[in-house]
């Protein structure tokens, strides 16, 4: 029986809702059946009608509304920009209503506390759509890491580089709100940084916990950071580097990790999703595909490229199976802790970057 | 307002059913109502519980009665095998309900003009699903040459390599009907020949004349050709090659297609599908991407890899807007054109195959 | 000690003489000390004194000359354009002078012939300078099919496409005489498909048997083929195709060769030259590099890109040796042998083409 | 008139000695006539032998020597370990002798101090092998940035990544010496950081003056770093990040220089050296090739690949012009110069790396 769901935020002409929405149609496993859309009661309304959905004006009068009734919203996803995310969670959350939310966790440490604490007082689940993860050769790669293939990991280097932000882009709503700190909290250290954090973090198994950081504002006039070079290290000896940047001209999204460790090196590129560079020490490297991935994440045989939106799909249909009973999949849904360690990256950066680059312990 | 679709085949464990579906649900323009899913009734019956649908035993029950529904099917997607295209194809036709369908057109060229037939005296459509000329840097090269960036066309060279088949696979069941004559009517040829076939038709806008083909059954005892040569030559003077094979070992799904003109050349892959490289005669070559396409034929941003599945949705989403009144797009989507190409370049290869590789006009 | 090295042909302003002349100093085993550069007789003195060698006026001279010193040359390297191969080599053979001859092997079969009897009664060797076979991946490639890695060999594809030829090129002195069929005796065919035809015998070890050519020439008025399309067939019962073009716009030199057997495939391209794609059947493709090689035909680590002139150079430093008197090389450096191949290869196509593309039996 | 050349370092068995011969005959510009090969004398003796060329015990009394005789050498490589990179360059400096000298320029400040001080009161010339910088498509990018084709500098990242000394390697000739702090004076970070750091201000024109860095010895005893991650500041504003490591397993030598400006992007790899990537910032990438390059550095059409011997071999031939009277070169050849900034390179890093990353100014 298909999950229902609802969705704040994401009304006409949002980017990331309608992508969630199609995540959600693409296996079949959710029915989007209410939405507060946005906060505009006339787009919200209109928006709703498109979709052939109920309308809220607001989300805690849906909260409260979809609880109580018996065909009422099991899950919410929530798509609105980063300041917006912690009323709507904590609302659904309280209610008993799964949150499904998108990343980074919160424009704020104090938002992120207050989620936290919401969930760890609800029935309900927590998750976060860090969609990177769930492609398949991503979920190889942690699968190979966990496995020893790499021998003890010692060099980390992850990178997301986009040049959409390179020059001011007045009037593009997007560029807008992504690059206020009211409302996004950090810049390219928090739209994409925590991306290649969290990846960072999901592949390897371990967590930096010292960091030094450098960020920039090259735009001149832009109020928040462009560019963020973080350097890592790790409790194990390991060392890293982090770089996220808006201002890498030509750039789409040029996510990236790449990992050496005493037995092997892996090597994956969002530009390049479907294949998984892996050279064991003393062989040749390996070009991996879906052929040679364990995870079953994809629906299509290897060779036809799946990409972007099957990932998000793969984080929906693992999470329709979750809360449908089958737990054994939630050790790879990103949730609070995914979201909790990326809004502890973006405090220590900062923390870093005001003290010119010195060493900062995360998550302290 | 959505469109009301029924399938024929597509029950439990079929490929490319699930393939149509998912295609038709992206982007939220059908709603999937009834089917005859299965020839086992058995079978039928519980595919379609599984979605929720209307289940027939029999395609010929379901268009009399759908037809008969003023909630009934609107279009409906064929994707038996190709032996099984022909029958379902004419009763909805005739009953006055667009078609969807699997490529190649036929098994036979007698059901290949039985369909012709049929749709010529329908007020239906009908569509051909030959979905890799959906992808959004198809559709740029196609409208690069259009535009004459190549200059007068002279080269082209069109390939689909598989390796899936260099063993014979008894008790796989997608192996079996592809590699029986009286189902497939054609082997690699027909599978993903047609393929190769209609991406250069339709790109360069120009149906080679004349074809020499060698076909091959590389793997002892196989019934049907399992590789397939074929030299191409055009009225305008240009020449090209064909090579279609799923014997050629460790290749996924090898599509590509090269074209060289006077003043300019082109190159896709389909294991690079979201880059189109151009090479103008006097510069560098050019890696274009979706931040260059012009048919805006996707839902992520450029750099967001979009795949299979999407090209299949695009074609799905065209086709709601035609059938919704939109004949703008009715020139890119792929029909019955398409399709009795195609069944045209099988019958002249497999008769300049038997006369050693002579010269045979196509469609002639 | 070095072998003491003449030249015919090689003048100011000529291509491959220079090209040859750097091989041989690459590893310090030849000395150049004599040549006959030109048949313009100020224009052969003027290129000896820049390189500081004894001139000779015409080549019959010099080989008799240089065979009367007790420190004449030991080996001639002709540069010569093709139809000005046989005489030469002849006069050097019969003087007992080794013979290192740039490719084609001649501009007819019938000077392909007379060298050949003046070998065959000669005590001097004859070498062909094919030069990618000597690239450390092109033997490693070898090697691979030698060892059984592919299986029994199924589908060969050679190509070798430029687009330095897509226009008329007056006045360009390397166009002018590759494109005069008394000069060159074949255009793409002769100049680069015989290199692509040397390739893949090269490599597989087995020659077609049969041959079906299609050869063009795209650019109006040329009067020999700039475009050649070759399927093959071999005894074993494997096909392949083989494609020179020169009109390939935008094509530097795509020199490339794809193989597949039962039970492997390898793939080499020419702009990717350091690197070879081995896919075993049942596994990941492996991207081999020359820290796999075996051959042990490079100056550098691998990773260090070695390239075109070095190996030209592999062959050079092969021919010292073999010289010198280590006979354990001659297995891997083009000879005799493969020119009268590449010539019968020639002669085949020319037939079948004639012949609207019969097939035509190599060499018969 | 050939140049001629003495060595100094480079005996039987040695490996950059081998690459710098081969650099000096390429082209045909030096003759190599005099060695001071090994300061073993017997090794010495065999190994002038083997070359043909007068022997000395002592670089010292070569200088001398040679110096004094009418045909003595005008040029001297010397290709021993760091270490002893001064003694022999201030001998044959004061000597009057021009020398081309390996890169580091020196194992420490003082013994580069010394160096500088010879170079300033003699009339010879100092030329260091950062090979590298002498590739074509190098030598373009450098072009297009002085050009303004980047527009503002913004980003730069260098890499050089190595896996071969990811291990202890006792018995090693090359891993001895070269991670051993009095005979290398740096590890990763002078062996090839100060490749990757000459390669950055080569290209770019501007020398960060402001590094932070993190020197690791991954490897459990090792004396000396073997990864070394650099942040880098301009007076510009531009930032930027530099990584040495040793410990990349699987790389083989993983250089590359990545740049983002205000108006465009260029991306260049060693492991693709022929071509170099320009991303202008409102249009496609262009795949650059020789075709495109302005700087005439090879000798072989575009498509032949060139590589490592070449680019060495670019550089000697510029010596051998600029020692013949042609100044016009000069800028292109690395030097005296790039060899100080190395150093204050090494310098800085490892005072940083002392002082947990605390940002120092290079060459204060």
Avoid at 23 to 47: E, T
Avoid at 304 to 332: K, Q, T, W
């Amino acid at each position: 029986m298909r999950v229902r769901l609802g969705m704040v935020g994401g009304g006409q002409g949002a980017f990331i809702g309608a992508i969630h929405r199609i995540a959600a149609r693409m296996d079949g496993q959710f029915d989007l059946v209410a939405g507060a859309l946005s906060s505009d009661p006339k787009r919200a309304r209109a928006s709703a009608a498109d979709l052939g959905i109920r309308s809220y004006a607001d989300f805690a009068e849906m909260a409260q509304a979809e609880a109580a009734r018996p065909d009422g919203i099991e899950a919410v996803a929530i798509v609105t920009p980063n300041h917006l995310h912690a009323a709507p969670a904590i609302a659904f959350l309280n209610a008993g209503i799964h949150v499904i939310c998108d990343k980074p966790l919160a424009a704020t440490p104090a938002e992120a506390e207050a989620i936290a604490a919401a969930a760890a007082s609800s029935s309900a689940r927590f998750f976060l759509t860090h969609n990177y993860c769930a492609l398949p050769m991503v979920r190889e790669a942690r699968a190979r890491v966990a496995d020893g293939a790499l021998g003890q990991l010692r060099l980390v280097q992850a990178e997301y580089l986009q040049g959409w932000l390179s020059e001011p882009a007045p009037g593009n709503k997007q560029a807008e709100w992504r690059t206020d700190p009211a409302r996004a909290g950090a810049g390219a250290l928090g739209d994409i940084g925590t991306h290649a954090w969290q990846l960072a973090v999901f592949v390897t198994g371990q967590t930096p916990d010292r960091i030094s950081a450098d960020l920039s504002s090259m735009v001149p006039g832009r109020p928040i950071d462009d560019d963020a070079r973080v350097a890592l290290r790790y409790a194990s000896g390991a060392k890293g580097g982090l770089w996220a940047s808006q201002v890498a001209v030509g750039q789409e999204n040029g996510l990236s990790l790449r990992l050496f460790g005493t037995k092997g090196a892996l090597e994956w590129r969002l530009s390049d999703s479907e294949r998984l560079i892996f050279t064991p020490k003393d062989g040749p490297a390996q070009i991996l595909t879906r052929a040679q991935d364990r995870s079953a994440s994809y629906r299509t045989p290897p060779g036809h490229p799946e990409g972007y939106l099957e990932g998000f799909a793969n984080l929906y249909s693992d999470v329709a199976r979750i809360i449908r009973g089958d737990d054994s999949l939630a050790d790879r849904v990103p949730g609070l802790g995914d979201g909790l360690s990326g809004m502890a990256f973006i405090a220590a950066a900062k923390a870093s970057a005001t003290r010119d680059g010195a060493w900062v312990e995360v998550g302290a």
